[in-house]
């Protein structure tokens, strides 16, 4: 089903990543999600019949036929991939010694028309929206489950019956210009997809040449690799649960064919909210291998970042590069990738596995036990620098049982053949000390065991490369505390829910931090920045355990993403609190109707306080007093709109008045209180400012401030700031 909105109109600051899939990208032609029901037969890939092996029957599953959120497109479909990853890049010139990237924003299928905008809830559906819309810019909508071996419309389960009828009938691909994103339901359970290998791109023929000798004739011929024919670029997969399939009938015991994403030939890719398991077949049901990678970026994939999410229970996990020097002719000089805020637990090995590329891995969590695992499986070995690769693993954090200090070089990280390997602020905390002792202290850094030469087996040369975006690494702990709440799918879009963070044993939990600058995208949400742990805050020098900042009486600064799982959520005390009151909420409702979802708040007549001391009252005689001096000073207020503004009246910024009076007799500053009032519909999309100045000379006390619509008018806010010197 298709829908009547759009995402609105945004500029860029660089290249739409769109604009780069033209002739040299065409829909990839092989018909997926067409079951052929055959025979299992032998073939050159060594897939046996003998090998053949049904999969585990699973439960009923439960088929959703209602989109809980009635079409409504918000962030989680219309943003564009935030700035800071490698996926913001583009080959401009150069060789693979010597190359220029160029900026680009992965605008993945943002630019649809409405009716290039679906809603499906099953296989067919899915694999009908692919076919009609191809290259052409396009958003999916996930609801509910979807199993690819479901057929009529979910009708009826039919497991694959051999290797082929699993590789066509059982596969996805995802051409260029595709946001697909999952829609959570009103329970907060996120939009899951089983069954099936999503593929973006592939290593495909041109025409009658094969995929090796057609690319290396190309460029023989000096002709632009960026140019070769079947690149598949531009797309965003977002906030779906992904379970990695059942291999029926693998190569052999030990090796399966089938992952959960494979990223192949594919550029500008962004992967951003997934969790990936073995969700209902996991390898305990089998004695030998049944699945292959969870997530494998290859085959000349380059520019791609993975970021916010949940991989665990699997085996094998992560290739970034499958093969080394007989894959120099697709992977040198290419696979730059990024991976940030990764939830690596209960894995065997592959976090990730590397060849040829750059990689940047920062601010991840490897979670998991060399002893019997509780959940997933025995970890084995993590990241592992290989041929030709070069790697900076950034402010990493490891929680493990079983491994001790003296055993993590060779386990955390390893590798062979790579060109350089730089670590900075791994930290490392388990339940043993080097003399088998129980553990009493906090997390330790083992960066310098992690990258000496003998342990990777890498010569010990710095890598020689920065990363060319702007970022901000979050100290090792910050990091595990934010991947922890907010890591995996589920945790954005409308519905959204999120984690609750583990105490650890107190110690030396901080590590250098990078020094980097945070940017993100300007038409991002404030879910995709890295950066700030905190939902609020008010800048200053002392701090609250909330993630509020303030001294009383010295700031006026304050910034707000509305990151709160709800309206009533964000009106608590425990999504912000007064940084020196933490029983007074840091905002309070006084009148209309709020709605949080997204990261976005629906300000439909609505009235707030924010970080106001007085009366909990909603009169107009609450006692005027809050958190901010900012009398005598010049102030500018930001806001960001996601939703533009609709109906009749005023949207305002009041200062010490909570009532919708201007001149009410509990504000100091009398007539001069509403500071901001402009009209609702002049609010386009986008960024709006207003600086103002108040001097009431007879006020010296501390201030708060009152965001309001007025009854009939509308408003949805990305965010809002101010800022006062």
Known sequence: MTGSAICPAISLAAVDAKTLTGSSTPFQSAVYGIRSYSAPVKDSNGHDPANYKVAPKLPTWQFATVDPTGGA??????DVAPDSGWHTYRRTSGTAATITHGKVVVTGGRNAAANRIYTVFNGQQLIAAINEAQNEPKIIRVVGHIDL????NNGTFKEYTSYLDQKFGGSIMIPSNTTLVGINGTDGKPARITGTTILVGSELANGAIDAETGFKAWIAAGKDGEDYPTWTRNV???NLAIDTPWDVNPEDSGNAYADGVTISRAQNIWVDHVTITDGDTPDSLASDTRHDGALDIVRGSDYVTVSSSFIGDHGKVMLVGNGDSGRAWSDAGRLHVTLNQIWWKGLTSRLPLVRFGQLHTFNTLMEGTTGTATYGHKFEGGLDVRYQSSVFLENSFHYFTGLKPKEVCGKLSGGKD?????VTGAQFISDKTDDGKAWTGGPIDVSAALAAAACAEVPAADIAWTPPYAYTALDANSARVKIEEEAGAGRVGMFSTKGTARSIASGSSSSTSSSSSSATSSASSSTSSVGSSASSSV??????STGVSVAAGVTGTWTESFSAS???????TAYAAQPDDAGKAMYRKTGGTATVASDVLTMAGLRFTVGERGSTGTTATSTPGGIFTINGKTCTLTIDVGVAGSGTGNFQLAVDNNSTSNSNSSSPHGSNSRVVDVAIGTLTVGTH????ALNTPTYSGGSFFQLRTESSATIGLNSASLSCN
Do not use: V
């Open 73 to 78: 497109l918000t962030s989680l479909e219309c």
């Open 149 to 152: 071996r479901m057929s009529d």
């Open 236 to 238: 965003i997969i977002r």
């Open 418 to 422: 790579g060109l350089g390997f730089r």
């Open 539 to 544: 800048a200053s020098s002392a701090s609250s």
């Open 566 to 572: 709800n309206a009533s959520a964000f009106f608590t």
């Open 689 to 692: 400012s207003w600086t103002f």
